[in-house]
């Protein structure tokens, strides 16, 4: 059975730095993970994902501030989230789905089958 729990998520001032991890057990290398989030009244976004060979995509907000990355070794992926703004704030979840044939991800929250269950980030500016 697929589970994934995610830590790190805290309180930051504008500009500071805070990296996410998740724990996946239950799937093997050939896995899509992949990092969203939820701010209140809003709906679930895409942040950034990894395919199984390490290809990586990232929204346009997140671009060139975060870094997505992933240890198979550890069943582990990561999120490091640097010059934090306000409007980074949001419930974060790490997601995954089996990628047995592509190494590309898809960018839709629906796509992925498991989920975390989500860790706080406060970004105060």
């Known amino acids: 059975q697929a589970q994934l729990v995610e830590s790190g998520g805290g309180s930051v001032q504008s500009g500071g730095s805070l990296k996410l991890s998740c724990v996946v057990s239950g799937f093997g290398n050939n896995v899509c993970m992949g990092w969203f989030r939820q701010a209140p009244g809003k709906e679930r976004e895409g942040v950034a994902s990894?395919?199984?060979?390490?290809?990586?995509e990232y929204a346009d907000t997140v671009k060139g501030r975060f870094t997505i990355s992933r240890d198979n070794l550890k069943n582990s992926l990561y999120l490091r989230m640097n010059s934090l703004k306000p409007d980074d704030s949001a419930t974060y979840y790490c997601a995954a789905r089996n990628s047995r044939f592509s190494d590309n991800c898809p960018a839709a929250a629906v796509s992925y089958t498991s989920w975390g269950q989500g860790t706080q980030v406060t970004v105060s500016s």
């Open positions: 990894i395919g199984r060979n390490g290809l990586t």
